[in-house]
Each structure stands twice: as C-alpha cells, then as structure tokens.
C-alpha cells in the first residue's frame, strides 16, 4: 500500500510517503524552507509541525498508533462528535478511521498541499447512518501551517455535526504559558459542570486541570508565539488535564502536562446542518510571528 501511495502522491524534495510508527502510512510535507509536517491516513492526524526550527506540536511518547485508537498529540480531527453527548464513540469516529490520501501538490509560490478524504464506510453507517465526504486540505508555508476541513453530504437526507480540530501544542512549561485573544467571551466550564462564566482575563495562564468550551470566540487568537487564525469555526476548547488526569491517561506521560496546551478550534455549540448536496467549508491557521 505504501509503495502505490508513494507512486501516486510523492514529489521529489516536497512531499514523501513512509511508514509511519507500527507501519502505518504517513505523508512528510516538507518546504524548501526547511518547514515540514507529517499526517498519518490513520485518522487524518496531523502529528509534527516543525517551522523555524523547532517542533510546535505536542506527541505524546505513550501514544497508541494503532487501528481503532487515537493518537495522543498533533491534531486529532473531532468529527461528527465532539466530546462525549451524544451517542458516538468520544469525539466521534473520524480520528480512529483510516482516510485516504486525495491530492498533493507543489504549487509555484512554493506552498506544499495534501488533501486527505474520509468518507463513509460499513462500519461508520452502522454508528452513524449518513454518507458524507470529511475532507482535509493542509497547506504549508514556510511559517505557517493552514488546514482547510470541509463537509459535504453526498446522501439524500440531511445531517447536522460538530467538528473540532483538536490541537495539541508544544510549550516549554505549562506554568509560562499564555493564551490570548479570549477576554470577554462566554465560556462553559467542564470543570463545574459546564457552568457558564465570561472570561475576564487577556492572558490565559493555568495553574490547574482545565477544561472550557469557549463559545463564539474571536477568529485571531495566540498561544505563546504562534498566532491562530480561524475561520467559520465559532468556538475554542482550552484543555490541560494537569496532573491528576494525566495519571489516569494510559496514552500519556504522568509529567507530559508540563509540556502542552489544547488549544481547539471547532463548530462545537452551533452545529452546522446541510441538506443532501450541500458542503460546509472552514479553516485555521497556524503562523509564527
Ligand atoms: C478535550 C475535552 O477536548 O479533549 C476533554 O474537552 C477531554 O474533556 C480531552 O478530556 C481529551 O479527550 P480524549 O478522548 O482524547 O482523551
């Protein structure tokens, strides 16, 4: 499989495919900059994003890389589901499904693309009875990481979802950490209860397990030195599972807290319905400044 996906999708010096952790294929986009990610099919999950020199996502190193479990780390892709309500699997089934690679290019200003497809199988309709396109398109500059998700439904009756990019950054220390760009938004706070507060602070600093849905917050927002930017993805999930929590995660380092910060962007609280034939787009952006 990974020699015909290589047939098919490699370029030379930009875009190569490898096998991953426990074989599992995995695409390397890399920039005449020396930029580069990779993206495992198994879950359409991004896992590395390196620019100016330095790793920006967090991998867990007790991350499963198996068929059937998520990964630990990079962006899992939260789809139909987010979270645990409703009646799917923890943040829905596209992060544990294997999804195709569609496209890759090298376009002529130098960006580097990828285009990876899930669509739905035997096992996804006895879960979820609906026939969709997910798509992912990730572009990559040489300070800035872009990916495109896209819905479409391709059945006959209509469907609602959620969706969350569930980004796991990498941080020197959890303890200097900032978040900005969140003062005055509403928020629901998992910690009590999905409790309702407004956020009072400019900078987002943690010194405990936390865990908030932060909705309809502004599109441009920062966690240390890299600046987010979003589009058609309403709301943003702030998540540190601290010290007891990280205990209790079989895939996770007790002291890997330390070192990341989730910081989600999604359609979580508004959940877009599209009739058979209709597509929902979105983007976010990962820039260094
Ligand atoms: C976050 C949720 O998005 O994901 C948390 O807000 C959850 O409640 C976390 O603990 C991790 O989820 P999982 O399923 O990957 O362990």
Redesign the pocket.
Known sequence: MIDELRQDFEIPGAVEVVSGMNGLPKVVLTHRSGASTEIYLHGGHVTSWKAGGKERFFLSRGSLFQPGK?I?GGI?VCWPQF?GRGSLP??GFARTSEWQLARTELLDNGLVTAELQLTETAETLAIWPHQFALGLRLLLDEMALTIEAQVINTGNAPFDFQL?L?TYFQIPDIREAAIKGLRGVTFLD?MRDRATDVETRGVIRFDQET?RIYVDAPDVLSVDGIVIEKRNLPDV?V?N?WIAKSQS?ADFGDEEYLRMV?L?TGTIETRPKLAPGEKWVSDCRFLIR
């Open positions: 998520p630990r899992p979270g923890q943040h969350a569930h998992a865990d999930v998540w599972p995660m989730c989600e």
